[in-house]
């Protein structure tokens, strides 16, 4: 396939993440608006992620999250079991890409809600993932999650998934319960969703996991993710921890 052009748009105004788009054409012809968050249109054409997230807008989180995560496992003790790690919002593959050079992994299973993400992870990652399952969490049958169940993860990686469209508070609960008590937990989360502003229901739910009994925290820090397309500075939150309990409704009430 040739490949495509990309290039930015100059807009007036900031857009929210979940908005913004840039142009893409096939050699200046069929010029048309393509959307970051349209992420089965992106993951059909190879490369396309890594060209628009990593190489245009700087994206680090892929790789600092498992950085971070790892560092804090090998920190840790020498006696941890071998990790069962459940990649949640996959995508195509490079946060378990990137886990995998880092760290020995007993089991990779990757999660995500759409089949293209799971065709790009196949097509551009092949040895990545153990398994790799479509699932919208926040509608998860019983007889799925009894089926993850059976993983016995001690490992959850979520990244840049959580907030805007993307997963919600609920199936990001459900996620987080199925690792075992003691497991690692890894995700990262822009810092708005961590304000009294934000009825996501995240804001109630970190800030419990952060300073209550479900979560015991390792590791915080405010870093860049990524640029917008207005070329601004994208800060989140990066989140290392083990698990202490369940998180039940309460702990959360959801708004979304
Ligand atoms: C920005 S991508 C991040 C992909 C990967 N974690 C990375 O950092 O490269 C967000 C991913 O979350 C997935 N996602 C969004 N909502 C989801 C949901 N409800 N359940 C599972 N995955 C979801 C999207 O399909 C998309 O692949």
């Not at 993440?17 to 069929?30: H, I, P, T």
């Not at 946060?95 to 880092?102: M, N, T």
Request: overall charge negative.
């Amino acid at each position: 396939m040739k490949r495509c052009e990309l290039t930015l748009p100059k807009i007036e105004a900031t857009l929210e993440q979940s908005e913004e788009w840039l142009w893409v054409s096939d050699n200046g012809f069929n010029k048309r608006r393509l959307r970051l968050h349209d992420y089965a249109e992106i993951y059909d054409i190879p490369g396309l992620y890594e060209r628009v997230f990593c190489d245009m807008l700087k994206s680090r989180s892929w790789e600092v999250i498992p950085s971070m995560l790892s560092y804090e496992i090998n920190k840790s003790s020498k006696n941890e079991d071998s990790l069962r790690v459940l990649d949640f919002g996959a995508g195509n593959g490079m946060v378990g890409e990137a886990l995998l050079s880092q760290m020995e992994c007993e089991r990779m299973i990757g999660v995500d809600i759409l089949p293209e993400a799971r065709k790009a992870a196949g097509r551009d990652r092949p040895c990545v993932y153990d398994e790799y399952h479509v699932i919208d969490m926040s509608q998860i049958e019983p007889a799925t999650r009894k089926k993850l169940t059976e993983f016995r993860f001690n490992c959850l990686v979520t990244v840049a998934a959580l907030g805007f469209s993307d997963i919600p508070t609920g199936a990001f609960v459900e996620a987080f319960n199925l690792i075992q008590d003691r497991g690692w937990i890894a995700f990262n989360i822009k810092d708005k969703f961590l304000t009294n502003r934000d009825d996501t229901g995240f804001a109630r739910l970190v800030k419990r996991m952060l300073n209550d009994d479900i979560l015991d925290v390792r590791f915080e820090q405010k870093y860049r993710h990524r640029f917008s397309i207005d070329g601004k500075e994208l800060y989140y939150s990066a989140i290392v921890g083990k698990k202490k309990r369940d998180i039940i409704f309460d702990d959360f009430n959801p708004g979304d």
